[in-house]
């Protein structure tokens, strides 16, 4: 699986599958900061701490920027958004999410084994199941934490990637995951 083509075929299992742009890069290119994770809650974002995907319910910045050392490259992926409206927006999402939980499970079965996949919030359901219903999740093979709790900025990342991601852009929206590999 660590050879250039088997790392391609996700690449293009990533394209076929709708992503609008995918890009394998070095780890060392994916930009961990703490003040992404800061925008959760500056301002409040309505997900912290209701979403399992969002912080404070998953891996920290530090946990992430510790175990990001451990792998050497990763696919980037970036979906395009139909609109601002927030069914538009979770369309998006949701292809971002099933995407990335595809290639973990592909990267996974040819051999890389310790792929792992972050996405954007998670929009599997209608509503997330939130922590204080004490319920599990209701896809855990399939939910993935997001980008932002793990204090991965995304904007800077592309730049280094060198695909185009302007977060602010209404009208040419992008939503990102990642499939870190070794
Ligand atoms: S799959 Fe559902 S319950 Fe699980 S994190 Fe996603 S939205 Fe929440």
Same mark, same amino acid.
């Given at each position: 699986?660590?050879?250039?083509?088997?790392?391609?075929?996700?690449?293009?299992? =990533? #394209?076929?599958?709708?992503?609008?742009?995918?890009?394998?890069? /070095?780890? +060392?290119?994916?930009?961990?900061?703490?003040? %992404?994770?800061?925008?959760?809650?500056?301002?409040?974002?309505?997900?912290?701490?209701?979403?399992?995907?969002?912080?404070?319910?998953?891996?920290?910045?530090?946990?992430?920027?510790?175990?990001?050392?451990?792998?050497?490259? =990763? #696919?980037?992926?970036?979906?395009?958004?139909?609109?601002?409206? /927030?069914? +538009?927006?979770?369309?998006?999402?949701?292809? %971002?999410?099933?995407?990335?939980?595809?290639?973990?499970?592909?990267?996974?079965?040819?051999?890389?084994?310790?792929?792992?996949?972050?996405?954007?919030?998670?929009?599997?359901?209608?509503?997330?199941?939130?922590?204080?219903?004490?319920?599990?999740?209701?896809?855990?093979?399939?939910?993935?934490?997001?980008? +932002?709790?793990?204090?991965?900025?995304?904007?800077?990342?592309?730049?280094?990637?060198?695909?185009?991601?302007?977060?602010?852009?209404?009208?040419?929206?992008?939503?990102?995951?990642?499939?870190?590999?070794?």
């Amino acid at each position: 699986m660590k050879d250039k083509k088997s790392f391609e075929q996700l690449v293009k299992h =990533a #394209l076929d599958g709708g992503a609008a742009r995918a890009v394998l890069i /070095d780890s +060392d290119q994916i930009i961990v900061d703490d003040r %992404v994770r800061l925008k959760c809650r500056v301002p409040l974002c309505a997900h912290y701490n209701r979403n399992l995907t969002c912080p404070p319910n998953t891996l920290t910045v530090s946990e992430f920027r510790e175990i990001l050392k451990n792998y050497s490259r =990763a #696919l980037l992926l970036q979906v395009k958004g139909t609109g601002c409206e /927030d069914e +538009d927006v979770r369309q998006a999402e949701l292809k %971002v999410q099933n995407l990335i939980s595809e290639l973990e499970t592909k990267a996974l079965m040819e051999g890389n084994y310790f792929a792992a996949g972050f996405a954007t919030r998670c929009r599997l359901c209608p509503e997330c199941v939130g922590v204080q219903s004490g319920e599990p999740c209701r896809h855990p093979f399939k939910a993935r934490p997001s980008l +932002d709790a793990a204090g991965v900025d995304i904007f800077r990342t592309s730049k280094n990637a060198g695909v185009p991601f302007n977060p602010l852009d209404r009208d040419e929206l992008y939503f990102a995951g990642i499939l870190l590999l070794s």
